[in-house]
């Protein structure tokens, strides 16, 4: 197999890209040039399947779209959204039954900074 393959190197990017897997400089200005192309042509796919009236289709374009600009899976944990969250948090933030952005925001302070503690 080439590993110099445009459309292998795009599906590594963009995998990179949603899983958030640290990659070299050089890269990282190919990924970005990617994602810009990729944004632009999941939209044209909605707004054309849209257009066509494929229901399905339109759903699976969208949470594609929400995919590239989220930088993550669409079964991952949404507070992954949030800055400074990593799996280890999330996981954390699970024991205490918050799984949404939601029940995070609607925590008690006090349950808050024993999961979350502020670094000094």
């Known amino acids: 197999m080439e590993l110099n393959q445009t459309h292998l190197k795009t599906n590594i990017l963009l995998q ?3 899983n958030r897997e640290p990659i070299s400089i050089d890269l990282r200005t190919d990924q970005r040039l990617i994602l810009e192309k990729t944004i ?10 849209s257009t066509n009236g494929f229901l399905q289709a339109t759903l699976l ?4 779209s929400q995919m590239v600009v989220q930088a993550m899976w669409p079964k991952q944990s949404a507070l992954l959204q949030l800055p400074g969250f990593d799996r280890e948090r999330v996981d954390k933030l699970k024991t205490e039954g918050v ?11 006090d349950v808050r900074a024993k999961v979350l503690p502020i670094p000094e």
Do not use: K, P, Q, T
């Not at 632009?40 to 399947?49: E, G, N």
């Not at 374009?61 to 594609?64: G, R, S």
């Not at 952005?101 to 302070?109: G, L, P, S």
């Open 40 to 49: 632009r042509l999941v939209h044209a796919m909605v707004d054309v399947i």
């Open 99 to 109: 799984e949404e952005i939601a029940d995070f925001v609607n925590m008690e302070d």
């Open 16 to 18: 990179s890209h949603f």
């Open 61 to 64: 374009a969208m949470e594609l």
